[in-house]
């Protein structure tokens, strides 16, 4: 089955990542959007080496940023580069059309931020210019505070990710630095309207957009599980092995069949 290697950027000096691709068990997982299902996606699709120090690692050890490096992965293999969506013009109420890699995306937020001055340790963690130190949430800290208010949030990562469990400069500012030293792929784009040039600004983010379409598509695998298992008299549990590649060329086959 094709896994690809994903080089890691907060995981440790060398750490890598192989992510398989999805199947339609993986499919027919995702149910939401939110981090707990990310993570459950992608702890199917890790796949583990224990014979290798810089492969052995889970999701909800990834920080949030690497997290998005790996789903971000799963959507290019599964639905392509191009990231396309349908907007209604606020002002003329006119349809149009956006797109736009998703590597570009990836790209703008890699780049280096150069009025950064902290200094990345060796066990992973940072100092700040303050001279406090720090370490990045991981998902365990971000599953340990689901459910909680916004500042019951900032509290908690502040009490688990800094060492003096407080932040010199306040909660906000300990919330922007983490999100200089290792921004997600999540924001803010602009696009104009065609016709009228209204201005819209669009929120992009991969973790809801990927698990969105898998969500939206729940009807098309269903079309496709039940397309297969009239052909071929397949169970369930085949169907759902098969990757989501293998499935779609089977339905297109078969289609073509009985089109012919």
């Given at each position: 089955m094709f896994a690809e290697t994903i080089p890691l950027r907060f995981a440790g000096d060398g750490a890598l990542a192989r992510v398989r691709e999805l199947t339609?068990?993986?499919e027919y997982s995702?149910?939401?959007?939110?981090?707990?299902?990310a993570i459950d996606l992608l702890s199917g699709l890790i796949e583990t080496r224990v014979d290798n120090d810089n492969e052995r690692f889970q999701a909800i050890d990834l920080v949030a940023a690497d997290r998005d490096r790996l789903l971000?992965?799963?959507?290019?293999?599964?639905?392509?580069?191009?990231?396309?969506?349908?907007?209604?013009?606020q002002?003329?109420?006119?349809p149009f059309d956006i797109d736009f890699s998703l590597q570009n995306v990836i790209s703008l937020v890699n780049e280096p931020d150069e009025t950064l001055a902290c200094e990345q340790l060796n066990d992973g963690s940072f100092r700040a210019p303050n001279g406090v130190s720090f370490r990045l949430p991981t998902g365990r800290d971000e599953l340990a505070a689901s459910?909680?208010?916004?500042?019951?949030?900032?509290?908690?990562?502040?009490?688990?990710?800094?060492?003096?469990?407080?932040?010199?400069?306040?909660d906000a500012a300990f919330e922007e630095l983490l999100e200089r030293v290792a921004p997600l792929?999540?924001?803010?784009?602009?696009?104009?309207?065609?016709?009228?040039?209204?201005v819209h600004k669009v929120q992009f983010d991969i973790q809801t957009y990927l698990l969105g379409a898998l969500v939206a598509e729940r009807r098309r695998l269903l079309a496709d599980i039940n397309c297969i298992a009239t052909a071929y008299s397949w169970s369930l549990e085949e169907i759902l092995s098969l990757t989501r590649s293998d499935r779609r060329h089977l339905v297109e086959l078969?289609?073509?069949v009985y089109v012919a």
């Open positions: 339609g068990r993986d995702v149910v939401g959007v939110s981090t707990p299902h971000a992965a799963v959507y290019r293999t599964a639905f392509g580069d191009r990231i396309e969506s349908t907007l209604t013009c002002r003329c109420e006119q459910g909680a208010t916004a500042q019951e949030v900032e509290t908690l990562l502040l009490d688990r990710c800094t060492e003096n469990r407080g932040w010199p400069e306040g792929i999540d924001l803010e784009l602009v696009a104009p309207c065609p016709e009228c040039n209204h078969i289609e073509n």
